[in-house]
């Protein structure tokens, strides 16, 4: 069946620098991959999203970068700040089916 | 500033009894879903409805959950009985897809954390 893998399942880095998270979908069909932040006790809340006909998409700090033949996709952090200390979550959903399958999730520390 | 609302916030239950949780989704948004958040698992999908109508339950275990949209602006989940492992925080979701629309962001309620002792 559908499945997205998420690695690494906790990640701490220092602040100002760089976190990149992963991910890998089964479904070759897949054409919409949003990325979640969920801070502790919260909601989670879309911070950015691609579609299989980008390749990269950036807004501000935050990155996310597709490769549909390998079937990865990317979240890249930069100038991590500690607020950005969250579990981030990727997913994977396709026109016609509307279903969204979320990774395990990414707990990420920002170490001050 | 259009939210999905979930209630009840928390729920503190005996192992046995019926359990509700319920779901406003945004207004106009046509699909709905229901996930189950626990440590080991991340966010795991019960159930969707688009249109009302349901499209996939195949996450849910059917012989104590139910999942309903009984008008566009309600959606409920049921447990019954409850068992301690059901405890977790049940997230409800909308968004707006299909047709010629290419699918998007989904909004998530403020999710029930449901404890079954």
């Known amino acids: 069946g559908e499945n997205v893998e998420q690695h690494p399942s906790t990640l701490s880095v220092q602040e100002g620098d760089s976190a990149v998270i992963k991910c890998t979908y089964s479904?070759?069909?897949?054409?919409?991959f949003p990325w979640y932040k969920q801070e502790l006790g919260k909601r989670p809340q879309l911070i950015i999203d691609?579609?299989?006909?980008?390749g990269e998409k950036k807004d501000q700090r935050i990155a996310v970068t597709l490769n549909k033949t390998a079937k990865h996709f990317s979240l890249h952090i930069t100038e991590t700040q500690p607020e950005d200390s969250a579990v981030y979550f990727c997913?994977?959903?396709?026109?016609?089916?509307?279903?969204?399958?979320f990774g395990t999730g990414t707990r990420l520390k920002v170490l001050a | 500033d259009a939210r999905v609302t979930q209630t009840p916030r928390d729920k503190v239950t005996e192992m046995g009894q019926e359990v509700t949780m319920r779901c406003q989704p945004i207004?106009?948004?046509?699909?709905v879903f229901w996930y189950r958040q626990t440590m080991m698992q991340g966010l795991e999908l019960l159930a969707y409805?688009?249109?009302?109508?349901?499209?996939?339950d195949s996450g849910m275990p059917k012989d104590r959950f139910s999942a309903e949209m009984p008008d566009a602006t309600l959606a409920t989940l049921k447990i019954q009985p409850s068992e301690p492992r059901d405890s977790a925080v049940y997230f409800c979701?909308?968004?707006?897809?299909?047709?010629?629309?290419?699918?998007?962001?989904?909004?998530f309620g403020q999710g029930t954390r449901l404890t079954v002792v």
């Open positions: 207004l106009g948004h046509n699909t």
């Open positions: 979701a909308s968004g707006l897809t299909g047709g010629y629309r290419l699918n998007t962001e989904a909004f």
């Open positions: 997913a994977a959903s396709k026109s016609g089916t509307y279903k969204y399958i």
């Open positions: 691609i579609r299989s006909n980008v």
């Open positions: 479904d070759s069909a897949s054409n919409y």
């Open positions: 409805f688009r249109n009302r109508a349901p499209l996939d």
